[in-house]
């Protein structure tokens, strides 16, 4: 900025593309489709802007085709974690030293690449690899991604620009700087968006990264890597790896130069990382920065004014798009006594609506879970349902795993509502319903504000506005993200900052200004024009 001060104005949400019948998108996307299947990929790790192979292949199947091989990535182990934090630490001080205009310039056009030539690529390998039908992959692998990069800019742009006053005589400035050391981002499966997000937004603040994304991501993390690397990134700025959590941590959480960890993923393994990072505090060069965002138990609570239609679309929708794996599904229901019937049979109606199979038949609206652990672990829980008294399966609850992970959509109703599905979060297409009395909703807000040790997101759906104000009040801890009249996922990155508190981690609110300060460490500096020469102050002169 030594010769012009340059701006990055908010920008508007990249358009939503509907894929209806005949368009082009449609076509477009279905030919990509068929041309990733066609050829079996060879996956590289990259670090420090080499591409490394192993030796040490692992196949990546698509969770609703198992007998398929779209590729496979080689696994790395502890030496490549170092490589990574050595190509890391070796861009540092070129990376951070780049004006920010250029730096910038790589994320908007990585943005421009995913909005057009990379579209339907990211789009595929994440119908592909992660089960998400092309609705779902739309709003995240392109739309999400392209508004992080884009409004991150922006955001840090107006950062940049915060500067203290200044007093007569004096000049006072704040440099932004990146963290001292290498960040280390570890990404889900469940989102695109999310593996992108995690390592850019600290890397666009000038750090640079190691990248860890689950094994079940890696198809279209290696894409997005891609995209980075034609959009102009520089070598070892981000590095991706493919290790498992262990083999990570003890490299990383013992090095000297661990500056933070931009984290999305299960709650146990995030407070087992900071139990870590505290037990190895005086090994590091700077306090660590852990930033990190867990699991959730999200929750819809219908009052008696509630429309039932409304009630059990959010519910079809927050439920069972993309098969519930989203960490704000809605996994816990509580309904009003006077309209239960009516919201659980309209529920029912739609459900039995819902198609299931394979991405690549646009029709279906339910796809497959993730990997055999995660349909195993559904399973039980449904089946365990199927034999209590406690509980009863009102629709869904068949299980099949012979061509693909594929669990239906599963409504549990119970009696108790501390039963355990009410309470222990799934990650799947199950929702559990409680009735209660509709005369009771203060009890029913106590009940859902203290069920969960989670608190990411939650809604209430009611047309009495008293009831509304009653609701976001008492709840006001219980979600990060609430939704009024609304179903409980779907935050859009500049609108609704997303993060929640308790147990589902730091709420450092992705998509906002208040996530990228946490990448950034200010320095004050203070420059006196006409300094004073000796050490007398007027108050020690009596005459």
Known sequence: MSIGTFSY?????????NYAPGSPEKLRQKKVLEELKKKEADIPMYIGGRAVRTGIRIAINPPHERAHVLGYFHQGD?????????AALKAKASWEAMSWENRAAIFLKAADLIATKYRPYLNGTTMLGQSKNIYQAEIDSACEIIDFLRFNVHFLSEIYKQQPISAPGIHNRLEWRPLEGFVLAITPFNF????????TSA??????????????????AQMFMKILMEAGLPDGVINLIYVDGPTLGEVCFQ???????HFTGSTGVFNQIWTTVGANINKYRTYPRIVGETGGKDFVLAHRSADPDVVATALARGAFEFQGQ???????AYLPSNIADAVKRKLIAQIETMKMGSVEDFSNFINAVIDEKSYDKLKKYIDNAKKDRKAKILVGGNCDKRKGFFIEPTVIEVRDPKYVTMCEELFGPVLTIYTYDADQFEKALTLVDTTSDYALTGSIIAQDRAAVELAVNRLRNAAGNFYINDKPTGAVVGQQPFGGARASGTNDKAGSMLNLYRWLSARTIKETFNPPTDYRYPFLQES
């Open 9 to 17: 104005p908010l920008p508007v949400n990249e358009p939503v593309l």
């Open 78 to 86: 502890k030496k490549h974690v170092q490589q990574a934090i050595d």
């Open 192 to 199: 695109t968006a999310i593996g992108g997000n995690l390592p």
């Open 203 to 220: 890397a666009m603040c000038g750090n640079t990264v190691v990248w860890k994304p689950a094994n079940t991501q890696v198809y279209s």
């Open 255 to 261: 090095h000297r130069d661990f500056a933070g960890v």
């Open 326 to 332: 989203k960490c704000s599904a809605a996994s816990r």
